[in-house]
């Protein structure tokens, strides 16, 4: 099982042009999210999706889209990218979180994103 | 408002000495308590999760605390290693109708010296 992976890696935008992040899982998990992290702000939720072709905005939605087409692949577009939106992305997925059972997450490596 | 405070922010020992953790959290109503460990240049990766009924959880070195009426949790470290130098996250949630909300600390630095 390769678990969660990402691609790209790193990525370097200059403003106002787009991109798209993709995320795969292969735990056959519904959840899946995407997370930014930046220094001294901890992980903050973009958007998530409870199921193939279901999502839903997080934390800090601007200026981010997804769509999730299949349950094992999770995208997140950036139709003009802003300085703002350099970053650490992050995907996760789990299987269905709900009441005092415990399903942990499980993290891709992570895309360096560097909008100049 | 659901939060979840970590300290220290930062932490430097020397390797072979123990430390703890501290998690603080405001939310409800719970549902789970997880620690993560992240590794530099990498995603974060799950240590222990507890619920409310459980008071502790180890995990090789790693032991992790709950006290449900405090709201508080630590995570000792038990003669460290180099390779414990990482941030340690805690992560709560809260229980919903339909999906439990995932509430993120800011981490705790660890580092290990030589």
């Known amino acids: 099982n390769a678990g969660v992976t990402q691609t790209p890696k790193f990525r370097v935008l200059k403003t106002g042009q787009s991109m798209t992040l993709l995320c795969a899982q292969d735990?056959?998990?519904?959840?899946m999210y995407w997370y930014r992290q930046d220094p001294g702000m901890g992980l903050r939720l973009i958007h998530y999706?409870?199921?193939?072709?279901?999502?839903a905005k997080g934390e800090v939605p601007d200026g981010y889209n997804v769509s999730r087409l299949k349950k094992q692949n999770f995208l997140l577009g950036l139709e003009s990218a802003a300085p703002s939106q350099t970053s650490v992305y992050f995907c996760?997925?789990?299987?269905?979180?709900?009441?005092?059972?415990?399903?942990?997450?499980?993290f891709g490596p992570g895309t360096r994103l560097t909008v100049t | 408002k659901n939060q979840v405070e970590q300290s220290p922010q930062s932490l430097i020992i020397l390797e072979g000495k123990n430390c703890t953790l501290q998690?603080?959290?405001?939310?409800?109503?719970?549902?789970?308590l997880r620690w993560y460990k992240q590794d530099t240049g990498r995603g974060p990766v799950s240590l222990t999760i507890?619920?409310?009924?459980?008071n502790t959880k180890s995990n090789g070195r790693y032991t992790a605390t709950l006290d449900a009426d405090t709201k508080q949790s630590s995570l000792h470290i038990t003669a460290s290693q180099l390779s414990d130098s990482a941030s340690y996250i805690c992560?709560?949630?809260?229980?919903?109708?339909?999906?439990?909300?995932?509430?993120f600390g800011k981490g705790t630095r660890l580092h290990i010296l030589p």
């Open positions: 996760a997925s789990s299987s269905r979180t709900s009441g005092r059972t415990s399903y942990e997450q499980y």
């Open positions: 735990m056959n998990h519904e959840y």
């Open positions: 999706s409870v199921g193939e072709g279901t999502t």
């Open positions: 998690c603080n959290y405001t939310v409800s109503p719970f549902s789970n």
């Open positions: 507890m619920t409310f009924s459980e």
């Open positions: 992560v709560v949630s809260a229980r919903s109708n339909r999906d439990d909300k995932i509430i």
